[in-house]
T-cell receptor
């Protein structure tokens, strides 16, 4: 089975801090994604990556950056955390090819105080 | 651009009753369609998917969905609800034009199952 592992289930940080969320997948997938999930808003794509060192902005990239130095690891960075970035963050990966589903980690619930 | 609309953010059924969760999509090319389920404090997991071929797709836990091109729909059903089906369900669409793994998700439907 595909395993997508997010480094923290719960995280509490302070406004202005630089925050790193880490995600690792073990299936050699080319594509990796970061979403945030908020009540009533569904999943919103922050960034995705289709190869090492390659990235594209999603729907809500403001205030975030990403890093993909190795194929299995995709990091989300909050440059200067703000309270409106309190949310559930989900990482996912998928292979290339037609009709590939996404495989999700269990999420990181991030609180910015 | 592709989009997904899930009708009804909350659906409540009695245990043993039919489950029907509605999903309509918009895509100008043949879509790939997915249903995912999310249990509390977990990530999403794939229930089923439609790519090509048979329009009635069977998934895990007794769920199935039917692709209806004329109605641009992909509704999720289960004949008899169990308490363990209580969760949030997401419909998603992707197509040939996008990066193969990128999908657009609906806003989700929370399913409550009453004893």
């Amino acid at each position: 089975d595909v395993k997508v592992t997010q480094s923290s289930r719960y995280l509490v940080k302070r406004t202005g801090e630089k925050v790193f969320l880490e995600c690792v997948q073990d299936m050699d997938h080319e594509n990796m994604f970061w979403y945030r999930q908020d009540p009533g808003l569904g999943l919103r794509l922050i960034y995705f990556s289709y190869d090492v060192k390659m990235k594209e902005k999603g729907d809500i990239p403001e205030g975030y950056s990403v890093s993909r130095e190795k194929k299995e690891r995709f990091s989300l960075i909050l440059e200067s955390a703000s309270t409106n970035q309190t949310s559930m963050y989900l990482c996912a990966s998928s292979g290339t090819g037609r009709g590939q589903p996404q495989h999700f980690g269990d999420g990181t619930r991030l609180s910015i105080l | 651009a592709q989009s997904v609309t899930q009708l009804g953010s909350h659906v409540s059924v009695s245990e043993g009753a039919l489950v029907l969760l509605r999903c309509n999509y918009s895509s100008s090319v043949p879509p790939y369609l997915f249903w995912y389920v999310q249990y509390p404090n977990q990530g999403l997991q794939l229930l089923l998917k439609y790519t090509t071929g048979a329009t009635l797709v069977k998934g895990i836990n007794g769920f199935e969905a039917e692709f209806k091109k004329s109605e641009t729909s992909f509704h999720l059903t289960k004949p008899s609800a169990h308490m363990s089906d209580a969760a949030e369900y997401f419909c998603a669409v992707s197509d040939l034009r996008t990066n193969a793994g990128k999908s657009t998700f609906g806003d989700g439907t929370t399913l409550t199952v009453k004893p």
